[in-house]
């Protein structure tokens, strides 16, 4: 998915989140605002997804503070939070008439905790939401058949916090009849992605084999990532991709995707063919 103009105004108030991580001073701020424009004025290239040039921007923003991982402390609350709701989380798939569908539900609820789209703070909402109201495009009965088909997939993970949300459902596809399942995680700290520690704390490590994008960037960009690891997503029967970024850098790749987000910007769910704010589970390929 190639980026629009729409997109600048939005990597660049991506930096100035990535800032006040970190500090509350405004002088910061516009210092490294004023970077992020100085330096990405010549570098805005529109064929690169929106994720690619997010992924400068707070790149920019974190050496200029000369910090690695300001979200380092708040990946850690959201990831306790989620062990904290877990329980709760069980119950709602353990009692529910199709647990399968439940728990991909609430992987789909799971998507609000993102700093870098929109407020984190709505979980217990889009939770009674998405299960009340269910997904805009909902490519359910087609997920099951190919499940039918194949014993193992993909899980491309997006945040710390949401991977509980998302364990829960390796869980039910495990009880389904997946025999494996290869969760894949970023090499490197940006903004609140999960990385191989975040997994490991939550427990993912024991329900699957963790490997990492290979990179730092956002989603999972074809053209930067080890060719290994490229391959093993094209060679995948059936792979599950969580969250936007993921989305804008495997819209057009030439795999059996499903994804799983919520469009949280007019781009996306303008090239999904949704409203902003809906929930979607579907296979574009």
Same mark, same amino acid.
């Given at each position: 998915?190639?980026?629009?103009?729409?997109?600048?105004?939005?990597?660049? #108030? *991506?930096?100035?989140?990535?800032? *006040?991580?970190?500090?509350?001073? !405004?002088?910061?701020?516009?210092?490294?605002?004023?970077?992020?424009?100085?330096?990405?004025?010549?570098?805005?290239?529109?064929?690169?997804?929106?994720?690619?040039?997010?992924?400068?921007?707070?790149?920019?923003?974190? *050496?200029?503070?000369?910090?690695?991982?300001?979200?380092?402390?708040?990946?850690?609350?959201?990831?306790?939070? +989620?062990?904290?709701?877990?329980?709760?989380?069980?119950?709602?798939?353990?009692?529910?008439?199709?647990?399968?569908?439940?728990?991909?539900?609430?992987?789909?609820?799971?998507?609000?905790?993102?700093?870098?789209?929109?407020?984190?703070? %709505?979980? !217990?909402?889009?939770?009674?939401?998405?299960?009340?109201?269910?997904?805009?495009?909902?490519?359910?009965?087609?997920?099951?058949? #190919?499940?039918?088909?194949?014993?193992?997939?993909?899980?491309?993970?997006?945040?710390? +916090?949401?991977?509980?949300?998302?364990?829960?459902?390796?869980?039910?596809?495990?009880?389904? +009849?997946?025999?494996?399942?290869?969760?894949?995680?970023?090499? #490197? =700290?940006?903004?609140?992605?999960?990385?191989?520690?975040?997994?490991?704390?939550?427990?993912?490590?024991?329900?699957?084999?963790?490997?990492?994008?290979?990179?730092?960037?956002?989603?999972?960009?074809?053209?930067?990532? =080890?060719?290994?690891?490229?391959?093993?997503? %094209?060679?995948?029967?059936?792979?599950?991709?969580?969250?936007?970024?993921?989305?804008?850098?495997?819209?057009?790749?030439?795999?059996?995707?499903?994804?799983?987000? #919520?469009?949280?910007? =007019?781009?996306?769910?303008?090239?999904?063919?949704?409203?902003?704010? !809906?929930?979607?589970?579907?296979?574009?390929?």
């Amino acid at each position: 998915m190639k980026a629009r103009p729409l997109c600048v105004p939005c990597f660049v #108030k *991506q930096a100035l989140t990535t800032a *006040q991580m970190v500090t509350e001073d !405004e002088k910061v701020h516009e210092r490294i605002l004023r970077e992020v424009l100085r330096r990405m004025a010549d570098r805005i290239d529109l064929s690169l997804s929106p994720a690619h040039l997010s992924t400068w921007a707070a790149r920019i923003a974190c *050496q200029v503070m000369g910090v690695e991982d300001p979200y380092l402390e708040v990946k850690r609350e959201f990831n306790e939070l +989620g062990l904290r709701m877990y329980p709760k989380l069980k119950e709602i798939v353990t009692r529910a008439d199709d647990p399968l569908h439940t728990a991909l539900k609430l992987a789909a609820a799971g998507n609000v905790i993102d700093f870098g789209a929109g407020t984190p703070y %709505r979980i !217990e909402e889009e939770i009674k939401e998405v299960l009340r109201g269910g997904f805009a495009i909902d490519q359910y009965e087609s997920f099951r058949e #190919k499940l039918k088909r194949c014993d193992e997939l993909i899980y491309i993970l997006d945040n710390a +916090g949401e991977i509980v949300f998302d364990k829960l459902l390796m869980e039910e596809l495990i009880r389904y +009849g997946i025999k494996n399942i290869t969760a894949i995680v970023k090499s #490197k =700290p940006i903004l609140n992605d999960a990385t191989s520690e975040d997994a490991e704390m939550v427990g993912i490590g024991e329900l699957t084999e963790i490997i990492e994008t290979g990179t730092g960037y956002l989603g999972l960009p074809v053209d930067l990532s =080890p060719p290994e690891v490229i391959e093993k997503v %094209r060679r995948a029967p059936l792979v599950i991709s969580k969250g936007q970024a993921n989305f804008e850098t495997l819209d057009e790749f030439d795999a059996e995707i499903f994804f799983i987000l #919520k469009a949280k910007c =007019p781009i996306v769910a303008e090239r999904i063919g949704v409203e902003v704010g !809906e929930m979607v589970f579907y296979r574009r390929r």
